[in-house]
């Protein structure tokens, strides 16, 4: 049995009985109960207490009582008084445990044996009602800031029911670890909080009450923790912990489902490192191997497929087929796939009909489709069925959280021949090798949740946040690499809506793929093949300052000008050319790169140059 898994109902917004059948509906087994949530709630603690009773939920916990320990007379005892009518409550509600953390207040008195002494009273009182407590040192607490020193004071106040509560996040956001742990005996580990956040420049507190993250979704060593703990010897409930303003006002299940998604994950990770013993999981299924992207879908009607047809003939693309029983094209370059899709009552039409032409789906190749579909569902990826006619092939397929399906293809699987009637003759423009990159913007409040699904499922690495400066904006980047980098998938959010993905995302309701960029061996020879693509213009001033930039010799600016091509080098020996199309009906556009000498970046510094370029191209 793996260790059961908990949330704190602090994570997840609405009233408490939504939080409550969003935690039970998606399957945690506990929750940590916050003290505003109940207070706020119109109901006694008793009517909470037999709603997580028969949703299956157990109250892990019941938090946070603060400003405790080390108080001076008279706070002293009238902080156990307040203790007793938690106490009470804590009966009522079913919770066994209550959770202290180290007190913040001026007049707390720098004696940890004062501190010892209290926390000893409290627990001798909780124990006389078969309760326990759990101190948890606070990272910004005034005299008990760190995890030895509210573990001294546990250890010195030596009450059975009194024990430590360890939080990822105190330890990490302070650059501590959990060295020394060890000489904790297991049974003092009463309670276990999770969180992540991102590498923030921020006072802690702050940096707590807001930007905290599931486990995978940011920054800080919380597998590394985890597995601390457990060689510690822990074993009670894993519980998530996050104080998070967008998560707070995201849809309740989208964010439990989340919670659990980044537990399964971790428990995983931790599978692959700790002795199998410590961790009694059953194994998720690897993660895929992958090989790339076989084709991107469109969907599109009539109109637009002929538009988009058109748009890409002239970035050397060409109709290589259509399907033999629905209204469904190939358009192709060399290695790269783009398939036209007009076909009514599919799930393409379904979604041109909420976005207009838009993408709809992503073929991957992996090496075992049916195991990287397992491995999804046990990370709550529902399968995804879409009907097919008799002879044609089933692709197994995921639902990415936007709702893009994402097809599972063995590499080197001929999907083509079968379904579609091919016509083979290309037009003669140097080959693409396929497709390098493919950019979604999403909703700000999106963007964790995407990290943490292609982390999770298909083992793709997160590289940090990027800032990108549009004309009317910053556009915030993060991207998932595969780590053969044959699938990388960066991820655009813009708070303003005047951005290029603001706009995409704000004009067309919602998250979708924005830009797809096909990979060249020879950007400057491809473009001068194309003459009559719609590639946007860069000034001249851009050009200057890559003389000064990079010292580049007349004939290599001169061609850079002359094929609207932008440069960038990697400060070793890899460079970066790219070229952009206009934008397709205000929506997506493509764009042409080559890497040379290892680079393995996307030309950040160039961002704020073609976004610049695509606001001048709207006028
Ligand atoms: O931000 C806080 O006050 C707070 C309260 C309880 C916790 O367990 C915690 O980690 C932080
Ligand atoms: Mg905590």
């Known amino acids: 049995m793996p260790l059961p898994k908990s949330i704190a109902t602090v994570c997840l917004s609405g009233a408490l009985p939504d939080k409550l059948e969003a935690a039970a509906a998606i399957g945690f087994d506990g929750v940590e109960i916050f003290e505003n949530d109940l207070l706020t709630y119109d109901g006694s603690p008793a009517e909470v207490g037999r709603l997580c009773r028969d949703l299956g939920l157990s109250i892990a916990l019941y938090q946070p009582f603060r400003d405790f320990e080390a108080m001076p007379e008279p706070l002293r005892r009238r902080n156990l008084d307040r203790a007793e ?12 445990l209550l959770l202290v953390c180290s007190n913040t207040q001026p007049a707390t008195l720098p004696e940890p044996e004062r ?5 000893r009273e409290m627990a001798g009182r909780a124990a006389r009602r078969g309760l326990r407590v759990g101190y948890e040192a606070l990272a910004w607490g005034r005299q008990v800031s760190l995890w030895r020193q509210a573990w001294e004071i546990v250890r010195a106040a030596d009450h059975p029911a009194l024990g430590l509560v360890l939080d990822s996040f105190h330890t990490l956001a302070r650059g501590d670890s959990l060295a020394g742990l060890e000489a ?26 807001h930007f905290r993250l599931f486990p995978g979704q940011g920054e800080l060593p919380v597998a590394e923790f985890l597995r601390d703990v457990l060689r510690a010897g822990y074993r009670g409930p894993v519980s998530l912990e996050i104080f998070n303003d967008e998560f707070r006002a995201a849809p309740v299940r989208r964010i439990a489902r989340d919670g659990l998604r980044s537990l399964i994950w971790l428990d995983d990770v931790i599978q692959a490192e700790a002795p199998p013993a410590t961790v009694p999981a059953a194994p998720l299924p690897a993660a895929p191997m992958l090989d790339g992207i076989e084709f991107v879908e469109f969907a599109v009607d009539e109109p637009a497929r002929a538009a988009l047809g058109e748009f890409l003939g002239t970035l050397g693309f060409h109709c290589a087929g259509r399907h033999r029983s629905k209204a469904v094209e190939l358009q192709r370059q060399g290695g790269v796939n783009l398939v036209l899709n007009s076909e009514p009552d599919s799930a393409a039409a379904e979604r041109f009909e909420m976005f207009g032409p838009a993408v709809c789906a992503m073929a991957l190749r ?30 197994p397929a995921i639902r990415a959280p936007d709702g893009t399906l994402i097809y599972l293809l063995r590499p080197g699987a001929e999907i083509w021949a079968d379904d579609f009637a091919l016509r083979p003759e290309a037009p003669a423009v140097p080959p693409l090798t396929g497709i390098d990159h493919v950019v979604q913007a999403l909703a700000p409040t999106h963007l964790d949740g995407f990290v943490l699904f292609y982390r999770s499922v298909f083992g793709l690495q997160p590289e940090p946040l990027l800032e990108l400066p549009d004309p009317f ?81 007349d004939a290599a600016l ?51 140059v073609r976004m610049a370029a695509q606001s001048r191209h709207r006028g």
């Open 115 to 119: 501190a010892a002494a209290d926390l």
């Open 184 to 209: 904790v005996p297991a049974e003092k580990l009463f309670f276990l909080q999770l969180a992540d956040a991102p590498k923030l420049a921020l006072d802690v507190l702050s940096w707590s009450r």
């Open 558 to 608: 001169s061609a850079l000008r002359r094929g609207h091509l932008l440069y960038d080098q990697d400060g070793q020996s890899g460079a970066f050319l790219h070229a952009y199309s206009r934008t397709f009906q205000d929506r997506f556009f493509f764009e042409v790169v080559e890497r040379r000498g290892g680079y393995d970046q996307y030309g950040a510094p160039n961002a704020a």
């Open 366 to 395: 992996v090496d075992d489709p049916a195991r990287a579909l397992a491995r999804a569902q046990a990370l709550l990826s529902p399968a995804w069925q879409e009907p097919v006619g008799e002879g044609e092939q089933r692709i």
């Open 473 to 553: 904006g910053i556009v915030r980047s993060r991207t998932l690499a595969a780590p053969n980098r044959s699938l990388r998938l960066p991820l655009n959010v813009s708070e303003s809506r005047q951005t290029t993905t603001g706009r995409f995302v704000s004009a067309y309701a919602g998250a979708g793929v924005h830009h797809i960029a096909f990979a060249t061996p020879d950007a400057a020879a491809l473009v001068a093949a194309m003459p009559a693509a719609p590639l946007l213009d860069i000034p001249e001033n851009y050009y200057d300052d890559l003389e000064a930039r990079f010292g580049l010799d």
């Open 85 to 96: 009518r938690k106490f009470d409550t804590m009966q009522q509600l079913g919770a066994e």
